[in-house]
């Protein structure tokens, strides 16, 4: 295993009111495809953005290619293509002359991929960027931050704009992309399906901290939904449960990550009347960010 | 070496999402079916890892996973400067005593929703037989 391309150690950040890090430990190696997952105000954004240096921190430490954000060399910065939440592109400028803006900034830019992704994704060329729908600036940072071909690439919704056409040719030329130039990702998503197709690992994060990391089907093969009278499911029955409800009648409707010996345990219950489920990716979001 | 052309990922696998089943076992299962009902025979080769992983823009290492499982099963052989095809002692599809077993977790599932709908099965098989005959 060579060294993470991004770690972050007992971070800190704090936003008016809250932590909005709280002491997270997070770490991405390369060539991996990580999703970050978490409800709103869970610190997905503040985590990418204390991550590329663009907010300071109060206490922690963290290494992008080995070094500081804060103090990162400009070939390093070349590395990183990052996709923002908010696209604040320059609004006056048209496409071809945003794009020949930031071209001058990197030693290396990929001219036939930003005309093949411009003329595929049909980005108007004439228009001030200003008068672009939403989901065409949004293709436009997407294609910003891929120009470069960078090695390391941070997403922050990258998609949430897009129809399910633009997301699927999205996901597409990042699983080119990761093909061809072992790229590493970290996105943060709230659309689990894309989240299920490229991620490899899955980050749960909740009120500053990283909760739950694993490899994305691991949690699908070990988390359960089990229903069945309580009787059959006593508490404690299962090292990790994530929820339960019992209803009136006394049916227990519990979702846990089980071990290989309880993945056995709970099958052997059907004989008294246990349904065992797969649990799709939403209700674990549900139940884990809880 | 088969002059048969390799089929489209597309045409091959189909995935879905939200049911909380790895798409790796979903590629599996589907290669498994393919075989045994006779559609890949001995030779036939596959799309390499890289065509389906775009054509169904789905994480490479989870396609890579899927092939590695099949080949470590026996079921598909690493060809040399080709990528994957189907093993050779699968010459012939398997007996239908064996291929039904794979509709096994299918049915099951489906007759425990019946349960739950208290459908007897009289009334469960008779609709079976109507979507198996192509009839509404």
């Known amino acids: 295993m060579s060294a993470p391309l991004l770690q972050m150690k007992d971070v800190f950040k704090h936003v008016p009111g809250k932590y909005a890090l709280n002491g997270l430990d997070f770490s991405i190696p390369s060539g991996q495809v990580v999703g970050l997952l978490g409800r709103n105000g869970a610190g997905k954004t503040t985590l990418l953005e204390c991550a590329l240096g663009l907010r300071d921190i109060e206490r922690g430490e963290i290494r992008l290619f080995g070094e500081t954000p804060a103090q990162m060399t400009d070939a390093n910065r070349a590395r990183i293509g990052y996709v923002p939440q908010q696209t604040d592109l320059f609004e006056w400028l048209s496409v071809p002359q945003m794009l020949a803006f930031f071209k001058a900034f990197y030693p290396r830019w990929n001219d036939a991929k930003v005309d093949a992704l411009t003329q595929r994704w049909s980005i108007p060329l004439t228009v001030p960027i200003g008068r672009l729908s939403v989901g065409e600036k949004q293709r436009l940072a997407i294609i910003r931050a891929l120009a470069h071909d960078p090695e390391f690439l941070i997403l922050d919704e990258p998609v949430a704009s897009l129809d399910p056409a633009g997301r699927r040719d999205f996901l597409r030329e990042l699983v080119e992309r990761t093909i061809e130039r072992e790229t590493t990702v970290v996105f943060s998503t709230h659309i689990l399906s894309d989240l299920e197709r490229v991620a490899a690992d899955v980050a749960f994060m909740r009120e500053g901290k990283i909760i739950l990391r694993q490899p994305l089907d691991v949690l699908e093969e070990q988390t359960r939904r089990l229903v069945g009278p309580a009787t059959a499911l006593p508490i404690g029955m299962f090292g990790e449960e994530l929820a339960r409800k019992v209803d009136t009648s006394g049916v227990a409707n519990i979702l846990a990550r089980l071990s290989e010996p309880e993945r056995i345990l709970a099958s052997s219950l059907a004989a008294q009347g246990v349904r065992n489920e797969a649990v799709g990716l939403e209700d674990l979001f549900i139940e884990a960010t809880q | ?136």
């Open chain 2, 1 to 136: 070496m088969t002059s048969k052309p390799i089929p489209l990922a597309t045409a091959l696998f189909t995935v879905s999402t939200g049911a909380g089943e790895p798409i790796y076992r979903q590629l599996v299962e589907q290669i498994r079916r393919l075989v045994a009902g006779g559609q890949l025979a001995a030779g036939d080769e596959l799309p390499s890892v890289r065509e389906v992983a775009s054509a169904l823009a789905i994480n490479p290492m989870t396609v890579s996973k899927a092939y590695s499982l099949l080949e470590a099963a026996g079921l598909l052989e690493r060809r040399r400067g080709v990528g994957m095809a189907v093993a050779a002692q699968h010459t012939r599809a398997q007996a239908k005593s064996e291929r039904i077993e794979l509709l096994r977790p299918s049915l099951e599932r489906a007759a425990a929703e019946a349960a739950q709908l208290e459908i007897d099965s009289a009334a469960a098989v008779q609709l079976f037989d109507r979507i198996l005959k192509g009839k509404k």
